[in-house]
């Protein structure tokens, strides 16, 4: 069989989605019960991260040392990689040496380019265009929660970001509605938007976008790479922060998420992350689960 990737969620089927989700959750049941499991023996991860993390970083870090196996970073101010040798080559050369490699960057592209010339596993740890790890985590949160996602619906606040575009294709796979409530000039692709079938609206006003909605998730403004618009963004967002008050607008079970790292008084309002509704912390550790699984899934 050809080696799986994992660059975006559609690189699994819905049914795989939905056994990795609930894989994760019995990983984290047997964590908690700290059963000893070590299905990656002697196998290694390669991690090549261009921008800064906490959690995909210790989240795979751990996960392999749980499972038995290992874990290199490697940052491209001391590779080759950050002196100009070709990601073609360097997919090439790392993936006769480990077992899989995870790549967080800029261009999308970049992970593709590895990717085909990769003979191990490739998984986007965040690109500028997608994070799909991080909608395993959410997902896998909202099903431990509340229940299936399926037919539920979903609002995402803020920036047509990276973390908005995985929300598109989490839709399509897991079959929910999503609203996605964001000033002109900062909605996600019109492709992506198409591709959802119907799934994925824009809804300008952020209080008529969240009625009804079981899961509200927001994002920073500014991400990583985009620092210097920060000032223009915070005008053009203004009106778009997350609070109990914006919550109150939604279904009465509705959660909240936030894949953090948050700005408080930005995108959320200093108390999101305390109100009950939040469940932002059981999803950050829910990388670390989710993550598990999908290592398991593409190594085994
Ligand atoms: N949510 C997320 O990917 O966090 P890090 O940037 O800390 O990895
Ligand atoms: N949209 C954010 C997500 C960080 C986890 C960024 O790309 O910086």
Redesign the pocket.
């Given at each position: 069989m050809s080696t799986r990737h994992f660059l975006t969620l559609t690189d699994l089927s819905t049914h795989e989605l939905r056994q990795l989700i609930q894989r994760a959750l019995e990983l984290k049941a047997m964590h908690r019960r700290r059963e000893v499991y070590e299905p990656l023996k002697n196998r290694v991860l390669g991690m090549i991260f261009e921008?800064?993390?906490?959690?995909?970083?210790?989240?795979f870090e751990a996960g392999m040392a749980q499972f038995g196996g290992s874990a290199i970073f490697l940052s491209p101010r001391d590779t080759q990689l950050g002196r100009g040798e070709p990601v073609e080559d360097t997919a090439r050369v790392l993936s006769s040496m480990v077992d899989a490699v995870m790549i967080?960057t800029f261009d999308h592209q970049m992970v593709e380019r590895f990717a085909a010339f990769s003979s191990v596993p490739v998984i986007n740890?965040?690109t500028d265009d997608y994070?799909p790890?991080?909608l395993l985590a959410d997902m896998q949160t909202f099903f431990e929660v509340r229940g299936d996602i399926q037919g539920k619906r979903v609002c995402w606040v803020g920036d047509g970001n990276n973390m908005c575009n995985s929300y598109i294709k989490a839709a399509q796979l897991f079959d929910f509605e999503l609203h996605i409530a964001c000033p002109e000039g900062y909605e996600p692709p019109a492709a992506l938007l198409e591709e959802s079938q119907g799934r994925a609206q824009v809804i300008r006003d952020p209080v008529e976008a969240v009625k009804g909605s079981h899961l509200v998730a927001t994002d920073v403004w500014a991400s990583?790479g985009q620092e210097e618009e920060a000032q223009k963004r915070m005008r053009a967002f203004a009106s778009y922060q997350v609070s109990p008050a914006l919550m109150d607008h939604a279904a009465k079970e509705a959660i909240f998420m936030h894949?953090?790292?948050a700005h408080r008084g930005e995108e959320i309002s200093m108390d999101m992350l305390d109100d009950p509704r939040s469940v932002a912390f059981i999803e950050?550790e829910n990388?670390l689960h989710a993550q598990k699984a999908l290592l398991e899934f593409l190594l085994r």
């Open positions: 921008k800064s993390s906490t959690r995909t970083r210790v989240s967080r740890g965040l994070h790890c991080q990583m894949c953090l790292p950050a990388r």
